[in-house]
């Protein structure tokens, strides 16, 4: 049974970090392309981050360049995204994705960036 368990939301001010984890199972992590997404109120959800099955790749939107950083911990069968410099748009809810054959997703985990 494959799942997915996002961690590591919460509230931050402007200008501060976070660090997202997600725990897999029921599957390997090193064999496949993992994402973050994001999804907030009133927009379509949108694709943060994503890394490719070694490592080796990672892309971003414009939108987190130079601020979010995804990787992967093959051993923890565990995916990161670190978020750094946060600002208010940055808020919503994060999902971690993989395909294979279908998509799964977490349930998610909520950021607020707010004074």
């Known amino acids: 049974q494959v799942q997915l368990v996002e961690s590591g939301g919460g509230l931050v001010q402007p200008g501060g970090s976070l660090k997202l984890s997600c725990a897999a199972s029921g599957f390997t992590i090193s064999n496949y392309p993992m994402r973050w997404y994001r999804q907030s109120p009133g927009k379509e959800r949108e694709r943060v981050a994503l890394i490719s099955n070694s490592g080796g790749i990672t892309t971003y939107p414009d939108s987190v360049k130079g601020r979010f950083t995804i990787s992967r911990d093959n051993a923890k069968n565990t995916v990161y995204l670190q978020m750094n410099s946060l600002k208010p748009e940055d808020s919503g809810v994060y999902y971690c994705?993989?395909?294979?054959?279908?998509?799964?997703w977490g349930k998610g985990t909520l950021v607020t960036v707010s004074s």
């Open positions: 994705h993989v395909f294979f054959g279908k998509d799964y």
